[in-house]
Nanobody
Framework: QVQLVESGGGSVQAGGSLRLSCAAS????????MGWFRQAPGKEREFVAA????????YYADSVKGRFTISRDNAKNTMYLQMDAMKPEDTAVYYC????????????????????WGQGTQVTVSS
């Protein structure tokens, strides 16, 4: 399995921006489709965004579409989540996840599809 470490979380006011990073190690990063999930207190983990192995295809939850951008740099073994126009309801622990895939253009939307997870990074948005 690939090892994942998130960074970039913190506190921001509503309307502000943060960029999360997910650094991967231990395996060939470009063999993995990647995703971001989040979990707020008392709520289930939810899908945020996903990206295919080469970064050509991406998909977003409706709640973040138009505000968040997922990307990856396979040369740096790193995935990113640029979060703009943030809202208090974006407050959560954010997790990155990886899943090996034979299909270069495919992304995955369910947490059950992923087999490697980071430890999470806290994001807090104040009103």
């Amino acid at each position: 399995q690939v090892q994942l470490v998130e960074s970039g979380g913190g506190s921001v006011q509503a309307g502000g921006s943060l960029r999360l990073s997910c650094a991967a190690s231990g395996r060939t990063f470009s063999d993995y489709a990647m995703g971001w999930f989040r979990q707020a207190p008392g709520k289930e983990r939810e899908f945020v965004a996903a990206i295919s192995r080469r970064g050509g295809n991406a998909y977003y939850a409706d709640s973040v579409k138009g505000r968040f951008t997922i990307s990856r740099d396979n040369a740096k073994n790193t995935m990113y989540l640029q979060m703009d126009a943030m809202k208090p309801e974006d407050t959560a622990v954010y997790y990155c996840a990886a899943r090996s895939s034979s299909f270069s253009g495919r992304y995955y939307l369910s947490a059950n599809d992923y087999d490697s997870w980071g430890q999470g990074t806290q994001v807090t948005v104040s009103s």
